[in-house]
């Protein structure tokens, strides 16, 4: 910190021995702005040095005008207004451009001191002599020969400054270190206060610790731009001293703000720990570097206005640019908002198994462009934001239970009685494993395959992760095949028979075929009679169930 003042300082040293004479002659008889102004500065200068004859731009040549003249002219020096007299109007009857009156205003910042032409000359206006000692106050606040007076040898020059201003710098020197410190142990301790709590995580102190710095810089920056107007140096150094304070302020306070959201950023991100939504996490970030790019752009906009840049020009041709860039980056813009789509619907979180478009996995990133899928290949796929925002959303983690099918083949020699049994023990298995939901299942004969008798076993698993549901699915398939073990059933797979038959057109003699009509007729209602009792038995089950 004090090695950046002492290059600060030996840099204005430098710079303060330019010359601050007025080289190029004028006239001096104030019928225009220029020579008014002119002839306020030329009495002024060492070499011709007559405060009543400056005074005259306020009228008559007196004591009290010239005060004012000098004390004008220290305001000017002061704060650095470097006046061209070679840019001001050298017109007798100048008209301002707004009031259409003859006014001239020398410095766009005091709006209160103007020239207006009185009687066929260019003077300072009643106006301005009320003003000046308001800003001659403000600007000088402990006096401008306070300090002068107060060494014996201050007049005494050296390098170009006078041996009070040096002792002037020290004193600065001094008063900037001791509160450099203060400041930033002030701010350390306020802030840990804000936040409340006693015992501060350590990044949270480092992070606090690097925003107290920048904070503490500007506020010095406040400090020195109060005091060093009471240095009076020369108009030429106190123009690029001037100029250095309008970059260094917006800088310092681009970085204290760029440094806040990080603090703010781990504030986030300990609250979002403990939300049960996991996209929070994923908030975070993105609210710290959209929030950043913001204060970058907010320091360069407070950097260009106090350089005095027309910022309306500036926005018409970058609203130009900006629109030929619109264009040329529809798909980020389409991606952004997709983003935000995203956080505002929220249709899944960190963590979670979604099947995308041509993807299935577990949500590991969301960004601004894209969001970033973990597959159950382990491989990292990236999907756009705005074909997210527009897909059919598969959110798998959102499951509570998930769903197990398969088909058990039998063989057709298998009994119907033995298949109602088994179907039976295998409902008692879903029944008694502790995973499965009790009160939606089916296990029932479902088909009749080219080489086998099909049951079809429907169930689901209370969802508890991938893993659980293939360990569920492994019990409930060991203990179906321990139960048809026990049944003697024997499981079916693909087979072809191949029938021999004697001559074409007679029956097989391998099978006895009903040859009457009556004997048909028996067998069909002694089956419907037996199929009616079941009915009604099963009803009756039903009922009681």
Partial sequence: MIINIRIFFLIFLCISGFSNAISQEFPLDQKTPQSTIYKHLYYLQDDHYNPKKSGEVFGKANAENAEKAIQLKQIFDAHGHFIDLSELPADTAYNDTITKKNKFTPI?????????????????????????????????????????????????????????????????????????????????????????????????????HKMSIPISYLALVQV????????????????????????????????????LVEVFGLILAKRAEKTE???????VP?????????????????LLNNLNFNLTALIAGASIGGLAFALAAQDTIKNLFGSLMIFVDKPFQIGDLVALEGAIGTIEEVGFRSTRVRTLSNSLVSVPNGKVADMVIDNLGMRVYRRFQTSISLTYDTPVELIETYCKGLRQIILMHPKTRKDSFEVYLNDMAPSSLNILLNVFFIDEGWSSELKGRHEI???AIRFAELLKIRFAFPTQTLHLETTPGRMNPDFDYPQDSETKEELMDKYFISLNKRMVEGTQVNEEL
């Fill in 108 to 208: 766009a910042e005091y709006e209160r001191i103007f020239l207006v032409r009185k009687n066929g000359k260019w003077r300072y206006s009643e106006q301005s002599s009320l003003a000046i000692q308001g800003i001659y106050s403000s600007t000088f606040p402990f006096g401008a020969t306070k300090l002068m007076t107060m060494i014996p040898f201050g007049n005494e020059n050296f390098l170009g400054l006078k041996a009070w201003q040096y002792v002037g710098i020290l004193i600065l020197l001094l008063i900037v270190f001791t509160l450099h410190k203060i400041f930033t142990f002030l701010i350390d301790r306020i802030v840990q206060r804000l936040i409340q709590s006693a015992t501060v995580p350590t990044k949270f102190r480092v992070a606090i």
């Fill in 224 to 259: 020195i731009n109060w005091l060093f107007p009471t240095l009076m140096l020369p108009v030429n150094t106190s123009h690029y001293i001037s100029i250095a304070f309008k970059i260094i302020e917006p800088v310092f306070l681009t970085v204290a703000l760029y440094r």
């Fill in 277 to 283: 939504t996991a996209l929070d996490d994923q908030l």
């Fill in 286 to 302: 993105l609210f710290r570097k959209s929030a950043k790019v913001f204060v970058i752009i907010f320091g360069i906009i407070i």
């Fill in 477 to 479: 398939i060991s203990e």
